[in-house]
Structures are given as structure tokens and as C-alpha cells.
């Protein structure tokens, strides 16, 4: 009976540990395709950018050394970072924005699947390849300097279309930057 | 003023929570009338530009040997500095040593709210998030925050258990009758960030009423992406169905998503134990939630429990197709991918190769079978015999999710007759027969000579010659 119960956990321990590997093995695949899915639905869910909104556009500087260290790793969890700043700015008070409702609900439910992904990963393994102090900085102060934008412009239709524009040129870097990984 | 024998403040600390920053340090010299005044400045810029030293607003001329200073706090993203000294009648101590600090590394996030019922043997749980009715926020957005639950049953030596929640979520597997303690705290994973813990709160589970009217055994099977929802039914009577879904993400937002869930077209109002969810499960990335939902005649209704179905993992691929074609030297395999020219889509992310098993199917059935994989979709064998009956079966893989297909029917062929070898066999004996022709005519015609040679000397003809007569 005791050898019994022994094996039961002993096989019970060795699925945990199947399993949450099999978590933490987010694929450079996966992001690749969240990306390129993410990409077309932003396109998907709104028309071409409003001519009227070009004269209130304003320049947010995405640091892009975020996406250069030598550690792989490093990067891929920075762009897991960027994908919840996505996912938060896309959940904010989006009825002026006037968008085809399927896409966006499909953009952030791509979105949250990838910050699921990697969230259970890194309670499960509690390591992180961190990128430097500075550098996380710098993509808190981007991401909030989009956030206070939308949120002075009050959520207006050309705030939305210039947040989705620059959330489309930051998918695009990291687009560029992980098929290169 | 100057500064005479008065001690500088010690041990400057930064204690923070959500945007509450205190001050604290410690006083080794006589508390006598000493007060104490602190001066900080900021970063503008990472390491380039720093402001003056100023006064820190909160901390002036303070008794105690703490001080709050959050209104001074604006810049959760750049880096701080703060000094304190002592003054008494005039008289100054030197400058504590600088503490560095980034407030939003430094600050701890507050204690959750939470809100238990009981209800059915499980335990529904509420979480209000921290800062929840704050203006500005240290934490951005309470969609950063992931929750982590500990339970304990309040016994003597109870376990605890840790588990994830979302901010409206159901604690099942409980026992029945039981009380339950419970503690949350707000976790930001990304940052390695664990919040402090809610105040504990105890709750009794009630006796679970197993109502037959519910829907059991609520599983997903799920072939090439084609999703089919299968339950089983207890009740006698007479019972429709609704089988509802609801969009993943929703569960991580705070607000009510029990309104957010919809009913699957073309199964509402079933009498049918199973239902085709292509019409919701559409896309390949994201995940869903389905539950069915059991109505009876009386307009009673039952919640089943709720399956999660992550597309591509959900999924299991199916066989592929394979057929084969032969030459004299290549044994070429046409594979078919699974779920035919549609299949395309989903194909890609599975990032799929295939794996080939060939064997020689001889009498004696004692042949290895040869492992082959590939990425492409036409695989060849050569090193082939002649006259022989190859078989060959694939399956599909997906090193990236870990799965495999079945393998597909098993095709066989047989490898045309060797050309070469007839022709061989026949030159050989033509050969053969030429040197055995040759041989045999030398033979007679050497035996000939011998006889006439023999016949010659021991048989001669007995004619007297002509001139004796």
C-alpha cells in the first residue's frame, strides 16, 4: 500500500513538473504569431488614419534599446511587458473610438492567452531575465506618457486613432526584432 | 548656526506603500528638543540631469523620528535621493548619509479587498482592487494585478494551499461543511512584485446539493480544429440545453463579466447532449470559456462547471494522408497534412514535420522498421531491394505544442523487378554453354586424333605392298 501511494505522487510530481515545463516553453513561434495576428487586427478593427488627426499627433519615442540586449531572453520577456501595456491601454474607455468590435475583443484575447503564458511561467520558476533597471524604466515612462495622452485628450476618436497608430509601429519593431532571434 | 557636536540621524529607511512614502531613520544622540528636517531631489533625466537639493515637503522640523512625504512623490519613474538631519536651538548635525530610491521599485503594494459567499459547497470570491478608489495610481491599472489566494482549513494542523484567482472567481474542491480562512494578495509577476495580504476572513461551506438537472462530465474533443462540446444528462424528465461562451480576457478585467456571456449559435435551446462550437471557437489565438447551461420543463435552470478551451492546445491533429510512388532507384511519399487545404491557417502555427516509419514487408516479418523525419511534405527512401513489398505510415508532430497525430493508414508498394539481373543470368549462361560447345568439339576432335593414331599403330591394314606380287 505504501509503495502504491509512493508511485502515485512519485507520478503525480513528475505531470507538475511536465507540465508547468511545458508552460514555461513559450516558443519563439508562439510570440511570433501573436505578433503577426495581433498586427492584422489592429488593422482589422479600424479604417485607415483619420487625415483630420495628423495635426494633433505627437511623437512618444519608443525606446528601442529595450529590444537590443545580447540575452534573448531579456528580450522576449521585455516584449511580454509591452503586450500587457497593449493589453491595458486596449482596455481603457474605448466608446469614442468607433471600432469593429469582433477584431478588438480578439486583439486583447490574444493579448491576455500571451500574459497568461508567461505570468504562470515566471510564479512557477521565480527567475526573470531582467533587462536593466533603466531600461524597464524608460518602457513604464512610454507606456504612461501614451496613457496620460489618452487620458488628457480625454479618449476622443483622433487620442484612439494616434494610440492605435504607435501601438501598430511598436508591434512592428518587435515584429522585425524576433524574427531575427 | 554651525554645526557642533549634534549627531547626524542613522539607518534612513523608506518605507512605501501603494504612493504613501515614510521616512524613518534613527536618533542615537539626546532626544532633547532635537527636531529634524529632511531635503531630497530627483533625477530628471536617467543619471544626467538632477534638481536642486530641496526642502521635502512633510518632513520639516519634525519631533518624531519618522515623516510622511508622499506629497512630494510625483515622478514614480525616476530616481530619488533623501537626507535628513537633526537641528536643535540653531544648532545643526551634518547630513545623514543619501538613501537612493525609484518609487516604484521601492513601493509595496496595499492589502486587496475581498467578499466571500458561500454558497453550494464552494466559496465565491470578490477582490476589490488596491488603490481602488485612488485618482492617480502608483500601480497604473488594476488589470496588472494577478491575485494569489491562500486557503486553510481552520483546524489544528491545517495545510495551506496557494492558488491563483481572478478578481471575481469560485473556489471549488472544498469540503463540505467546513470553515475555510482565507487571505489575497495582489501580485504584479512582471516585476517581481507580491503585495501584502488581505486581512484574513473565514467563511463555512455549505453542503453541495447535486442537482440532476445540471449538465456532467462537460469535456471538448476537438480534431483539427473542429470543436464538439459533449455532456452527459441525468435528469428523467424532459431537458433543454444552452451552451454559452465567454471570451478569456474578460475573467481579468474587474468588471462583471457574468453579462458578458453568449449564447453558441445553433445550440440554444437543445435537446442534444453535444454541440458544434466552430461558429464561436474561430480564431487560433486566445482562449475560451464554455459551460452549459440545463433548463427544465418547470423553468428551473443549472449551471454546469465551465471548460476552458485554449485552441491549440485543445486541439489534437489528426492523421495526415500518405501515398506512394516508385521508381528503380527512389521510393518517393506524397503526404497529404492533416485537415486538407484549409487546414492551413492553424497548420502554420503548429509548425508541423512528419515523422515516417518504412518497413520491408517480408513472410518472415522480422524486418527493423527505419525511422525517417522531415519538414516537407515529400520524403524519398532509396537504398531500396528489388522485388520487395515496402510499407510506410506517417504521422504528424508539433515539437512546439508537444503533440502528435495517429498514425496515418498504412500504404504499401513493392519495388519493380531488378532489369539488370535476367540479363546477367542469361549472359552467363550463353557463356556457359559457348565454353561447354567449344570444349566438347575440342574434345571430340582431340579424341578423334587419338582413335586414328591408335588404329594406326596397333591396327594396321594387312595389304602387302604393290612390287612383291
Not at chain 2, 113 to 135: C, F, R, Y
Not at chain 2, 151 to 168: C, G, K, L
Request: proline fraction near 5%; charged fraction near 20%.
Amino acid at each position: 500500500m505504501n509503495a502504491l501511494a509512493l508511485i502515485q505522487v512519485g507520478l503525480i510530481l513528475l505531470c507538475t513538473t511536465t507540465i508547468s515545463s511545458l508552460q514555461c516553453n513559450h516558443h519563439p513561434l508562439q510570440q511570433r504569431k501573436v505578433i503577426e495576428n495581433s498586427l492584422q487586427l489592429l488593422d482589422k478593427m479600424g479604417e485607415k488614419f483619420p487625415q483630420q488627426c495628423l495635426r494633433e499627433k505627437m511623437s512618444f519615442r519608443f525606446p528601442k534599446q529595450v529590444l537590443k540586449p545580447r540575452q534573448k531572453e531579456t528580450v522576449k520577456v521585455a516584449i511580454e511587458e509591452i503586450f500587457q501595456h497593449i493589453f491595458y491601454i486596449f482596455s481603457k474607455n474605448r466608446t469614442l473610438a468607433a471600432w469593429d468590435g469582433t477584431a478588438l475583443e480578439q486583439f486583447q484575447n490574444g493579448l491576455y492567452q500571451q500574459i497568461e503564458q508567461l505570468e504562470a511561467c515566471v510564479i512557477k520558476k521565480k527567475t526573470l531575465y531582467f533587462q536593466s533597471k533603466a531600461n524597464r524604466l524608460k518602457l513604464k515612462k512610454y507606456f504612461k506618457k501614451i496613457d496620460c495622452f489618452l487620458k488628457d485628450k480625454q479618449h476622443n476618436l483622433c487620442s484612439w486613432e494616434i494610440g492605435r497608430a504607435e501601438m501598430r509601429r511598436c508591434l512592428q519593431l518587435i515584429d522585425k526584432v524576433i524574427r531575427k532571434l | 548656526s554651525g554645526q557642533t557636536n549634534l549627531r547626524s540621524p542613522e539607518d534612513i529607511q523608506v518605507y512605501a506603500v501603494d504612493k504613501n512614502f515614510t521616512l524613518r531613520w534613527n536618533y542615537t544622540g539626546s532626544d532633547a528638543n532635537v527636531t529634524f528636517s529632511a531635503e531630497y531631489q530627483w533625477f530628471t533625466d536617467f543619471q544626467t540631469k538632477v534638481t536642486e537639493w530641496k526642502e521635502l515637503p512633510g518632513c520639516q522640523n519634525v519631533t518624531r523620528t519618522e515623516c510622511d512625504f508622499s506629497s512630494a512623490i510625483t515622478q514614480y519613474y525616476n530616481e530619488h535621493r533623501v537626507r535628513v538631519r537633526a537641528e536643535r536651538r540653531g544648532e545643526v548635525s551634518p547630513w545623514s548619509s543619501i538613501f537612493e530610491m525609484v518609487p516604484y521599485f521601492i513601493a509595496q503594494i496595499s492589502p486587496p479587498g475581498i467578499e466571500l459567499q458561500s454558497t453550494n459547497g464552494v466559496i465565491k470570491v470578490k477582490v476589490s482592487p488596491p488603490e481602488a478608489d485612488q485618482v492617480q495610481k502608483m500601480w497604473i491599472s488594476d488589470i496588472h494585478f494577478k491575485y494569489n489566494a491562500v486557503i486553510w482549513e481552520n483546524s489544528s494542523n491545517a495545510v495551506s494551499r496557494s492558488q491563483s484567482i481572478f478578481p471575481t472567481d469560485v473556489i471549488d474542491d472544498l469540503a463540505p461543511d467546513t470553515t475555510y480562512c482565507l487571505k489575497v494578495q495582489a501580485t504584479i509577476p512582471l516585476d517581481l512584485k507580491e503585495g501584502l495580504f488581505s486581512p484574513i476572513q473565514c467563511v463555512k461551506t455549505t453542503r453541495k446539493v447535486n442537482d440532476l438537472l445540471c449538465a456532467t462530465n462537460v469535456s471538448v474533443l476537438a480534431v483539427n480544429m473542429k470543436f464538439y462540446l459533449h455532456w452527459r444528462n441525468r435528469y428523467k424528465q424532459h431537458t433543454s440545453y444552452n451552451v454559452q461562451c465567454l471570451t478569456g480576457y474578460l475573467k481579468k478585467l474587474h468588471d462583471d463579466y457574468s453579462v458578458k456571456w453568449f449564447n453558441v449559435p445553433g445550440c440554444e435551446n437543445i435537446t442534444d447532449t453535444q454541440c458544434d462550437l466552430s461558429p464561436v471557437i474561430t480564431a487560433t489565438s486566445g482562449f475560451y470559456y464554455i459551460r452549459v447551461q440545463a433548463m427544465s420543463e418547470y423553468n428551473r435552470s443549472c449551471l454546469s462547471n465551465e471548460v476552458k478551451v485554449d485552441p491549440l492546445i485543445t486541439n489534437e491533429i489528426g492523421p495526415p494522408g500518405v501515398k506512394l510512388d516508385i521508381n528503380d532507384v527512389f521510393l518517393h511519399i506524397q503526404i497529404s497534412p492533416p485537415g486538407g487545404p484549409e487546414s492551413e491557417v492553424w497548420r502554420d502555427h503548429y509548425d508541423l514535420s512528419y515523422r515516417i516509419l518504412y518497413w520491408k514487408n517480408s513472410s518472415n516479418n522480422e524486418e527493423e522498421i527505419k525511422v525517417k523525419e522531415i519538414k516537407q511534405t515529400i520524403g524519398s527512401v532509396s537504398d531500396l531491394t528489388p522485388s520487395t513489398l515496402y510499407c510506410v505510415k506517417v504521422q504528424a508532430l508539433s515539437r512546439v505544442y508537444n503533440k502528435s497525430s495517429p498514425y496515418s493508414k498504412e500504404e504499401c508498394i513493392e519495388t519493380p523487378r531488378d532489369k539488370l539481373l535476367p540479363l546477367i543470368i542469361l549472359a552467363t549462361f550463353v557463356s556457359a554453354l559457348i565454353a561447354v560447345l567449344v570444349l566438347a568439339t575440342l574434345l571430340v576432335f582431340a579424341l578423334y586424333q587419338a582413335y586414328n593414331k591408335i588404329k594406326y599403330v596397333f591396327f594396321p591394314s594387312c595389304q602387302p605392298p604393290l612390287n612383291i606380287e
